[in-house]
């Protein structure tokens, strides 16, 4: 099975198809954490920001399973949920993408396996009858989705983007979310500006209350505006409470492939985001998936926000 950047792979043998969908995420962080002060791999990072502008309800490591078997991918689902909810069929011929699915199923309350894990353990719970168990999740298993591309049918206007560069009422939204994300957000006129060339800041309201307080510089580019909001945001939700100088540039990393993440999926033009890699040359590998697993859980935090700002003000 090819590992290299440039080749998609398969997971086409149900006997080996768990154990390589794990092999092939360990490979594509490990070859992303050996080569981080190089462009190629800066280049490998944008790809998975990419996948995670229009693929942002997947976890890190489907996105990057959907990345490794069909980097061109704008929406996956399964079988069924192409003919039930989009009235598409999945064309003759095509191979299925495979992602991990979440197991729900019930659970024991105090070691939070299924039923027949539970009796294959050493766990003697047994105060709650099995059939009141709760429902839970208790693992994941190979599931079968496919693109769009892959299908036939009636076609999916919602797939469409803003124009690039048009930003709409963005800035309008993502000032409007800040009291759901719980920081003070202010967009200073160009001519207060007092923070040199810098875009904008995050820092501490007050002492008393601790929130974070984002102020930008009013520009009348508002795509680029919008962005640098986001930038900011993601500060506020990640490092408010970080206090580490040495980790300053790899928490600007951060903070800009989540605004180049925002930015693709609201239909911006961010080609422009320079992602300094080199910076996370000295981190583990196990901390370089912490880091895209933030990345993602905030983008999708933020896209959350932004799409219920966005029916309320249709509302």
Known sequence: ???????????????????????????????????????????????????QSRLHDYSYRNTLLIKRQCPEATKVAG??????????????????????????TKRCPECENSPSYHEDSDCEYDETPLEEWAEGLVGFQPAPVFDVSQTEGEP????????????????????????????????????????????????????????????????????????????EYAHALLHFDVDDDTERSKREVEAEAVAYVIGRYCGLDTSGSAFYLAAWKSD?????????GRISRTAEELIDVLEGESSSSLS
């Not at 069929?89 to 729900?104: D, F, L, N, T, Y």
């Not at 875009?199 to 209350?209: M, R, V």
């Not at 307080?213 to 640098?228: F, G, P």
Request: net charge negative; aromatic share 6%; with cysteine.
């Open 156 to 231: 999916l206007p919602d797939l469409d983007t803003a124009a690039t560069g048009e930003a709409g009422d963005l800035v309008d939204q993502l000032t409007a979310a800040a009291d759901e994300l719980g920081v003070t957000v202010r967009i200073v006129p160009d001519a207060e500006w007092t923070h040199g060339e810098a875009k904008g800041i995050c820092e501490q309201l007050s002492l008393i209350d601790g929130q974070p307080r984002i102020e930008v510089r009013d520009r009348a580019n508002e795509a680029d505006l919008a962005t640098t909001l986001v930038h």
């Open 1 to 51: 099975m090819s590992t290299t950047s440039d080749a998609s792979v398969c997971f086409d043998e149900a006997d080996t198809r768990h154990d390589e969908m794990h092999s092939t995420i360990e490979q594509w962080i490990d070859n992303l954490v050996a080569g981080v002060d190089d462009a190629q791999a800066s280049a490998e990072f944008q790809e998975w920001l990419d996948i």
């Open 284 to 292: 583990d590998p196990e901390v370089v998936r912490e880091r895209l």
């Open 79 to 104: 079988y069924r949920t192409w003919q039930e909810e989009f009235d598409r069929h999945v064309q003759e011929g095509e191979s299925a993408i495979w992602i991990w699915a979440p197991i729900i």
